[in-house]
């Protein structure tokens, strides 16, 4: 799949395990754990072939303190236990988002995802 950053920044910390760390507070299971989701969205072919995971708990986001998050979602950096997040977004063939983003219709052919950010659940 073809990965896409909102800022050159957030893509250093997706691809390089230093950037990660400083992200991570020095903690390098984290980082590690980062880089080895952004190569597994990287390997795969189509959304699908993540959403069908259990380990990196796809989950839909939701609207919360006036942030529209409206086809965002996210997988987990490490595990359910870590606070931290991937959060993106399923673009089309144009590099736009889907209007209509129902992710049981639309996975199997998305083939480009707009990395957000990395961030902790509740911040």
């Not at 942030?67 to 736009?96: C, H, M, T």
Request: aromatic share 8%.
């Amino acid at each position: 799949m073809e990965l896409i950053y909102v800022s050159e920044t957030l893509k250093q910390q997706c691809m390089n395990v230093k950037a990660a760390k400083k992200l991570f507070h020095g903690d390098l299971q984290l980082s590690v754990s980062l880089l080895s989701r952004i190569n597994a969205l990287e390997q795969a072919i189509v959304l699908k072939d993540i959403v069908v995971q259990p380990a990196f708990h796809f989950h839909k986001l939701k609207n919360k303190k006036g942030k529209n998050l409206e086809g965002y979602f996210a997988i987990d950096v490490k595990s359910r236990k870590e606070p931290w997040r991937i959060i993106l977004q399923p673009l089309d063939e144009n590099e736009e988002p889907y209007v209509s983003c129902n992710i049981d219709q639309i996975a199997g052919k998305v083939k480009i995802v707009e990395i957000s950010e990395v961030s902790k659940h509740y911040e």
